[in-house]
């Protein structure tokens, strides 16, 4: 998305050079939802400081507005106190009839959940209504993923494991196993553990025919073992999606990115080299209904 000339914006690692640069008319609106029309009229003849520093508040206030409205648990991640601070509690209170076209364009969200039993009804209606904002659903082998989440929360990945707050408990857990084998045996047997459950929750989109469904062994590559070929389907595929004119070769030189704060491998099929046939047997017992669903056999 990045390559698209996308912003990002939501609940990852956002780093200044992919932040959002957001226009003057999308400042203001973002004014205008959290503090009312009479403070953004005021801002509009600001000290230009001014102007960027109470837009910029709001528009993060906004977008943590947001982000309850779309059910993360935010409370659970980040605690009570910035969750529940003045600024965001009167962003969700005087944005929350608001729809989400109005807020600023040229904006990826990165949700590492969208829980259809969890999002405000009144977004689901405007998505279903209008198509829009344009929801691309990403997917892995459940199995490489909890070997991702294992290695990631082990601290094998080069800049940390984050800041939701679940992740100290488990990093906690993994690394109380000296072995391999015993964290995940762990990881597959605990229902808590993070992105256990996620597919399942997760199965609305990757069903649902306005959503564009891509897996990450279609999109990796190469370079991650896989194909040109599905790979440039795929891109395409987005592309199309988002309306974008954009080259699928250029596109696909920037997607494999070792320097993610989360990278570690980026392999297909990387669970085959680690798990035993013990790891097999419980993932065959917890997670078969979802490996068949998403094609994973």
């Known amino acids: 998305m990045v390559a698209l000339g996308y912003g990002m914006y939501g609940q990852s690692r956002i780093t200044d050079d992919i932040r959002p640069e957001l226009s003057r008319p999308a400042r203001l609106r973002a004014a205008r939802l959290v503090h009312g029309a009479e403070r ?30 779309l059910g993360l648990p935010l409370e659970n991640r980040y605690g009570a106190t910035l969750v529940n601070s003045e600024l965001v509690a009167q962003a969700r209170s005087r944005s929350i009839g608001s729809r989400f076209s109005d807020t600023p364009e040229n904006v990826c969200w990165i949700l590492p959940e969208l829980d259809i039993k969890k999002i405000d009804g009144n977004f689901i209606q405007e998505w279903a209504d209008t198509g829009e904002p344009r929801i691309i659903f990403m997917y892995r082998d459940p199995r490489d993923v909890i070997l991702s989440m294992v290695n990631f929360l082990s601290g094998k990945t080069a800049a940390g494991f984050g800041n939701f707050s679940e992740f100290k408990v488990f ?26 459950g996620d597919h399942r929750r997760a199965l609305w989109l990757l069903h649902h025919p306005r959503v564009c ?13 896989g194909t ?70």
């Open 40 to 69: 953004a009229a005021e801002l509009e003849n600001a000290d230009p400081d001014v102007f960027d520093q109470v837009t910029g508040q709001a528009w993060e206030a906004l977008g943590w507005a947001w982000q309850a409205r």
């Open 228 to 297: 040109e070929q599905r790979q440039d389907a795929a891109i395409r595929r987005i592309l199309d999606f988002v309306g974008s004119r954009s080259s699928p070769a250029e596109v696909a030189e920037k997607i494999f990115r070792e320097d993610s704060f989360s990278f570690f491998k980026g392999q297909i099929g990387a669970w085959r080299e680690v798990f035993t046939a013990r790891h097999r047997e419980i993932a065959e017992s917890v997670l078969g209904d979802v490996l068949s669903s998403y094609g994973y056999v």
């Open 213 to 225: 469904a891509v897996s990450f062994e279609e999109l990796v590559g190469p370079r991650g073992l």
């Open 171 to 196: 990093s906690a857990i993994l690394n109380s196993f000296p072995t391999m084998d015993e964290k995940l045996e762990y990881a597959l047997s605990d229902p808590a553990f993070p992105c256990m």
